[in-house]
């Protein structure tokens, strides 16, 4: 993840970093990378229509997350997520992201991400829909 540059992802976000961002050793807190992720892939499902955060009955929930550390970033720096599908299961996707300063090829921090669809109300796992399967399709690259 290192190494994968920022034209190889299919889907970026750009976020501008925040004052609160910052911790107490004057870069972005660990804590937020996270919160980038989140961001990135729920904003790319919002966009797609494939989620309504109010009201669709099937929902991606994180099961698992990770991330490394490559470089600092601190507020006010633009930052620029990619992200990407490398495992589209029956009610399972893993995503790879990586965060990026803007205008840099490789990234500042990259990891992983894993959502299991499960109805809202009952909170069991479901299969994904297949308008949200399509829908992260586009987003599949092979390693």
Request: glycine fraction near 4%.
């Amino acid at each position: 993840m290192r190494n994968r540059k920022y034209d190889t992802f299919p889907y970026h976000l750009k976020i501008s970093t925040r004052w609160k961002d910052n911790d107490v050793y004057g870069h972005i807190n660990n804590v937020n990378y996270y919160s980038f992720f989140d961001t990135a892939v729920n904003q790319f499902l919002i966009e797609k229509n494939v989620l309504d955060i109010n009201k669709t009955s099937v929902v991606g929930l994180v099961v698992e997350t990770q991330c490394q550390y490559f470089s600092s970033l601190a507020f006010p720096d633009l930052i620029e997520v990619g992200i990407c599908v490398t495992k589209l299961g029956r009610s399972s996707v893993r995503y790879e992201v990586a965060i990026y300063k803007e205008g840099a090829e490789l990234p500042a921090a990259a990891g992983h991400f894993v959502h299991v669809y499960v109805d809202r109300s009952t909170g069991l796992s479901v299969p994904i829909p297949e308008i949200t399967r399509q829908t992260l399709t586009s987003l599949l690259v092979t390693s």
